[in-house]
């Protein structure tokens, strides 16, 4: 199950993301919780501390591959266990959380 | 297209929270082609609403089957009833309605999660629901 929360800015959908996480992990589920945002503010509202918000995701992360007939794609540049594994952050519950980058130029992303 | 998030989204087999970017330029067909479920959070007046209203039709063009709303900051019996007007008139599906709570901005405060400040507030409350709703039973097979 994969579950995107949108709203505009100021609409609480950070709250209720991390929320939402903490809950379901409570249940037993192993989380996965992204921020779409550079900022970690997904981070603080489930509940880590400033301090332990090292860093977003590198955009080494991703190069950009042009395929056969010329097209450009991001590929991941790491199998997504050690992405996760290098740049997520352990909150309560057994929650991980990715902390997202920006991609300048990436069209339409 | 593809993006960075999209591809973890997709790759990983957790189950998996995406905050996205408040902008819904940012909804992109690379960002959510492996997303099942889409909540559209809505405050009860107009501008956060009518920007609700534009991301439906958009996730909709891109392909996400499951779009719920989830009402937030509700304040009077009025607030609710704004927005479950405005939902059922751009077709779209209420599954929640938060009270504006205090716990909230009380965390906030003291740099705390909302559900380590009170696992009895009602946006913990209100939201269980929407795990129940979203992933009935419990977390086994909730891939």
């Not at chain 2, 927005?83 to 003291?110: K, M, Q, W």
């Amino acid at each position: 199950m994969k579950i995107a929360i949108s709203g505009k800015g100021g609409s609480g959908k950070t709250t209720i993301s991390a929320t939402l996480t903490r809950i379901l992990a409570r249940r037993g589920i192993p989380v996965l919780a992204i921020d779409g945002d550079p900022n970690p503010n997904l981070s603080l509202a489930l509940g880590l501390s400033d301090s332990a918000n090292t860093a977003a995701m590198p955009r080494s992360v991703v190069e950009r591959r042009e395929d056969e007939s010329g097209k450009t794609s991001l590929v991941l540049t790491d199998s997504i266990e050690n992405i996760i594994g290098r740049y997520g952050l352990k909150a309560a519950d057994g929650v991980t959380v990715l902390t997202g980058c920006r991609v300048e130029h990436s069209g339409a992303g | 297209m593809r993006s960075v998030i999209g591809e973890i989204v997709g790759g990983t087999n957790e189950v998996t929270v995406l905050d996205m970017e408040a902008s819904i330029e940012h909804l992109s067909r690379g960002t959510i082609r492996h997303v099942d479920v889409l909540l559209v959070v809505l405050e009860p007046y107009y501008r956060s609403m009518e920007t609700a209203g534009r991301t439906v039709p958009l996730a909709r063009d891109l392909g996400i089957g499951r779009i719920f709303g989830i009402a937030n900051k509700l304040r009077t019996p009025q607030d609710e009833e704004a927005v479950r007007t405005y939902c059922a008139n751009h077709d779209l599906e209420l599954i929640a309605g938060i009270p504006f709570d205090e716990s909230v901005v009380e965390a906030d405060r003291t740099a705390r999660a909302v559900i380590d400040y009170d696992a009895n507030s009602a946006i913990v409350t209100e939201l269980s629901k929407v795990a129940d709703f979203l992933m009935p039973g419990d977390g086994n097979g909730g891939k």
